[in-house]
């Protein structure tokens, strides 16, 4: 039996399992089974909280087909909640000054896919997490690194036709790659259909994650996602900074920007000053349970 934590971000929720006290044998294939929405907990993914030799605390991170990825910006703030609330001796209580948004009180550092992240903790007056900053780095804008299949240093603003239609497409690395396209009518978007053709698009070798957004205005966007291995969410974090460097990118936002997700809003800063992106957000702990599996 696992002892586990349902966590969301926004609404992209996860099921973190501690591995500082248990084990986990086959997370590919537990992530398939506890993802499930009929048959298992029911989430967008697995998320490890594992002991690191570098860091304060490991993340892994699995996606609901079993797939690993790299970086999970909504998982990422629920497990520095959970470390800090459950492994408070091992948490810093470094201060963490962020861009534009001031100090947040305590910090810790996270292992991640993406490299280590100083994660920023802002504490409520029982000394709980209420928000959560990340310094998501610096995106990874070169097509070869994404990747992108495509013989071009960037991709910003291209055609790409798709469904009988030419979509304007800006693609970013926040970890994990990103595809962006900017438009004026969500509501047209057939994301069910639309987004499993661009994650496994021949120009995408290691699938994409898509998001299409609406600009509007220089301060705010709306967005939706089709994630990698998990299909429509209703947050994706790295995938928020992926839109706010696109939209800094094809001049249609600046850097300090608030992104509306359909699970609740983040706010963003491509910082001028080292070129990383700063998110901030929400994490929430649902409920506790045991796994009978594994």
């Given amino acids: 039996m696992i002892e586990f934590v349902k966590m969301h971000g926004l609404g992209n929720d996860y099921v973190y399992i501690d591995c ?16 499930d929405r009929h048959f298992g907990v029911g989430s967008d993914g697995l998320i490890l909280v594992c002991p690191s030799e570098v860091a304060d ?11 690993e990825a790299q970086m999970c910006g909504n998982g990422i703030r629920c497990l520095a909640k959970y470390f800090y609330e459950n ?3 091992s948490a810093s209580s470094h201060e963490m000054s962020v861009p534009g948004q001031g100090l947040f009180p305590a910090s810790i550092q996270v292992q991640t896919g993406r490299g ?44 790409l036709p798709i469904n009988d ?9 926040m970890g994990n790659p990103h595809a962006v396209f900017f438009c004026e009518d969500l509501d047209a978007i057939d994301l069910s259909c639309i987004g499993p053709r661009l994650e496994h698009h021949e120009l995408f070798p290691e699938r994409i994650n898509v998001h299409f957004v609406k600009s509007d205005n220089p301060q705010e966007f709306t967005m939706q996602t089709w994630e990698r291995g998990s299909g429509i969410t209703l947050a994706c974090g790295t995938g ?28 963003l800063n491509w910082s001028e000053a080292d070129n990383c992106v700063y998110m901030t957000g929400p994490a929430v702990e649902v409920f506790r349970g045991i796994w009978p599996g594994q």
């Fill in 20 to 35: 500082f006290h248990q084990q986990v044998v086959d997370p590919e294939e537990l992530a398939v089974q506890i993802s």
């Fill in 57 to 67: 605390v490991k993340m892994r991170m699995f996606n609901a087909d079993g797939s």
């Fill in 87 to 89: 492994h408070p001796i």
């Fill in 116 to 159: 280590i992240l100083t994660v920023g903790l802002e504490l409520d007056e029982g000394n709980k997490v209420s928000r959560v900053c990340v310094n998501m780095g610096q995106p990874i804008l070169e097509a070869s690194q994404i990747p992108v299949a495509i013989a071009a240093e960037r991709v910003v603003d291209l055609a």
């Fill in 165 to 173: 239609q030419s979509l304007s497409m800006t693609c970013v690395s």
């Fill in 240 to 267: 928020a900074c992926a839109c706010a460097v696109a939209g800094v990118l094809t001049g249609r936002c600046q850097r300090l920007v608030c992104a509306h997700l359909p699970g609740g809003d983040l706010d």
